[in-house]
């Protein structure tokens, strides 16, 4: 096992929605929670800095991001698998 997969740290899966900047991706993670008064589940998303070496995420991947140390002052996710490539507009 690799030092990476011992150390803990959270995980999501999300959906990228930028990738203009080297090395960076925006990750979108979506979650569901219930209200505590109205008792309604309601979605709540909250977008993630993500360190993407090589540039290899595109727009609309379905993706896995992990947990790390601090790339930069708002990185600390690393792309950690790509699950489902966005379908090609122009296919």
């Known amino acids: 096992m690799s030092e990476a997969s ?6 999501f899966s999300g959906l990228v ?3 203009a900047m080297k090395d960076t991706a925006v990750v ?3 979650r569901y929670v219930k ?4 008792k309604k589940y309601l979605r709540r998303s909250k977008k993630y800095l993500v360190h993407d070496p090589g540039n290899s995420a595109k727009v609309g991947d ?3 991001i ?3 140390r601090p790339i930069s002052k708002r990185k600390h996710f690393v792309l ?3 699950v489902s490539a966005a379908l090609d507009p122009n296919a």
């Not at 209200?35 to 109205?38: D, I, L």
């Open 6 to 11: 011992i150390a803990g740290g959270k995980t």
């Open 17 to 19: 929605v930028k990738t």
């Open 28 to 30: 979108s993670v979506e």
């Open 35 to 38: 209200h505590p008064k109205y």
């Open 62 to 64: 379905k993706v896995e």
């Open 66 to 68: 992990r947990e790390t």
């Open 80 to 82: 950690a698998s790509i």
